[in-house]
């Protein structure tokens, strides 16, 4: 079965039972999951079972948009390479591949039926409080793993070259600063946010930081990336957390996953109508940047190379990496609100003027973020949100 052809279910029983070398007798079902905007997604099991495998297959266009924007199917080579990488030095917070198949673009998962999909989960007002914590040790474990506190010169350039995913992250750039920043037909702008985009679209100073965390985002390979770290990326159960979906990965600047997050938390944040609910939202926020400070002042402080290991410098690092990370969350939030891909927590709320009110909050306060990112630190994070709250 090594010809690619787009799975049906039955074409994803067979390389389940073929991967998985569960033999011809056992009788297993299986049906399309997928509610993503890339890729096709399978559940398949033995009847009656509720857990069993998850089947990721690349479709050769974007499945959102079409065939209309072809896409590379090797994605599903670099997101299983990418997750194998990741679940070396974090194997606890990264989902499990089991099989992978370059030709079929398809790759074989653990299945995780018993958690939830933490963008889901704070929808229905539930508080994960580990996950923040969690999060912040994966990412300090991935990132300090594959930087230069861990690889050597050659280590770490042929990581960057075995992990190069230049139309993925092409599609990044233009996602996150280039389209939101410009009437691009690609944008969804509300009609009640149009002069709010247009405001931004206007604003120069504003495109001269972006045009600076772009520029990062291209030329900045400091570590490898998950590259597209929303809390729909992150499955959460009780005291545990997998991360997956890591078809965006390569290698930029560490800023970028956690300001990714950042934003996610705080696009939440907006949707939110009680203060208790937003104060739990940037608490979140101030725990997982506490946590990954933490874990990546330990594992970097572990580093061979004797150039990198002066305290000082770690801290340096960090405090650049936090800045970037407030500008890329900026980002993430603009272009969640006028770009292509919008997130649930904002679009499903159904009070229309609650919903232009978030919006226009999440403008703002991304706005903010870029501008003043040099001059915000965690603890002021609350005061900054809550002045720019609807
Ligand atoms: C056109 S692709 C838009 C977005 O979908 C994915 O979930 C990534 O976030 C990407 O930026
Ligand atoms: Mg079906
Ligand atoms: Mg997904
Ligand atoms: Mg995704």
Known sequence: MSQYRIFNDEDAIAYVRQAAELGPNMVLQGEEIGDGNLNQVFKVCQPGSAKGFIVKQALPYIRCIGET???????????AEILLYHGQYSPEYTVAVLHHDAALSAILLEDLTDYQVWRQALLNGQHFADAPVQLGTYLA??????????????GQRAAQLQFANPELMAISEAVYFVDPFCDHERNNVAPDIRSNAEQLWADSALKVRVARLKHDFRCNGQALLHGDLHTGSVMVAAGQLKVIDAEFGGYGPMGFDVGVMIANLLLNFCSQSTVPQQLLRIKDVQVLWRSYKTQFFQYASQTADAALTEPEYIGALLRQVWQDALGYAGCEMIRRTIGVAHVADIDNMTDPNQ??????????????LIMNADKIDDAQLEHTALKHSA
């Open 69 to 79: 924007w072809p896409l590379t199917r090797d994605r599903a080579r670099i997101e």
């Open 141 to 154: 474990q991935v990132h300090v793993h594959s930087s230069d506190f861990k690889l050597d010169y050659q």
């Open 355 to 368: 919903k232009t009110a978030s919006q226009r909050q999440a403008l703002a306060l991304g706005r903010i």
